[in-house]
């Protein structure tokens, strides 16, 4: 079962910075929901997920996870970072069990780990030096060793954007797949529109000085997502709006339908107003 996460009016200042990075937040996550943090650079994202994760209290304001005010890091809870942060003179095997030996749990580890790694495509891999891998190889391995201690939450922070395109791309399914297959709730930082829109139940807008939430779009688009449709095609362009982007008008509402039934694409109002029965823009 995913965790269900409250974040209660967190405002965060910075020792020596004037001004806050973080001001009254205030947000909502679902068991086994999907939920983007998306923003340009310095706006907060990554002092958010760290308040997550349990590695950084708020100056106001707290954490809750099922209830729970979180303050301090959990095994319930993994992060993952843009680099995988793996030991290189290990095997990809040690690399994904240390999660659990640190937990003491090696009952059917090595059974465990074989499973993970097939999952995530290293079976191959498994006696091999961490550092004789490619990137991508490198974020499967800490992606194998986040899951093996079944976290409640995965907290990814610009996971994959050191990854080329096309492993960027699918990582990106495989994480959502995953954590659907598990129930996991996921909260993840990315400043790649795109990324938001493959992974994410909802999306939430951040702008910054001081960081807030400025907006939040539902991308209620069926999984497999795919990239070609006109619904994919229309949130991408939605949520360009938001950083001042041309927004690509809406065409071919056909393949749309088939693609995503959602009322927003079989409707043929004016996209402007079918985004703002979806999206709330909150109050700055
Ligand atoms: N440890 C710190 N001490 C002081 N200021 C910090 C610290 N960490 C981050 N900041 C500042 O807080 C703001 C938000 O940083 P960060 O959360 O990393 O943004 P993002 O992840 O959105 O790029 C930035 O202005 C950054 O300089
Ligand atoms: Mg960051």
């Not at 495989?174 to 400043?191: K, M, N, P, Q, Y």
């Amino acid at each position: 079962m995913g965790a269900a996460i409250s974040i209660d009016y967190i405002t965060h200042h910075y020792p020596g910075q004037e001004a806050p990075t973080l001001k009254d937040i205030q947000v909502t996550v679902a068991p086994g929901e999907t939920v983007a943090l998306i923003g340009q650079s310095g706006c907060g994202k990554s002092t958010l997920l760290h308040m997550l994760a349990g590695l950084l209290l708020p100056s106001e304001g707290c954490v809750r996870i099922n209830g729970h005010q979180v303050i301090k890091p959990s095994p319930r809870w993994n992060m993952m970072f843009q680099k995988p942060s793996l030991y290189p003179w290990m095997t990809v095997r040690k690399n994904a069990s240390l999660g659990l030996i640190f937990q003491g749990r090696k009952t059917d580890m090595r059974e465990r780990i074989d499973q993970l790694l097939e999952t995530v495509g290293l079976s191959e891999k498994a006696e091999v030096n961490v550092q004789s891998l490619s990137g991508g190889q490198q974020q499967r391995v800490a992606l194998a060793r986040s899951l093996a201690t079944d976290p409640e939450l995965l907290l990814l922070d610009e996971p994959f954007s050191a990854l080329d395109a096309f492993t960027r791309v699918a990582l990106q399914d495989e994480v959502t797949r995953l954590a659907r297959e598990r129930g996991i709730s996921v909260v993840f930082v990315t400043h790649d529109i795109e990324e938001a829109v493959a992974m994410a139940d909802r999306v939430l807008v951040m702008g910054s000085n001081p960081g807030t939430i400025t907006a939040e779009l539902p991308i209620d688009i069926a999984h497999p997502r795919d990239r070609n449709s006109q619904a994919f095609v229309d949130r991408k362009a939605e949520l360009m709006g938001y950083f001042g982007a041309t927004r690509t008008p809406a065409t071919d509402k056909g393949s749309a339908e088939a693609e995503a039934p959602t009322p927003d694409t079989e409707s043929e109002q004016d996209e402007s107003s079918s985004s703002e029965s979806r999206a709330r823009v909150r109050a700055a």
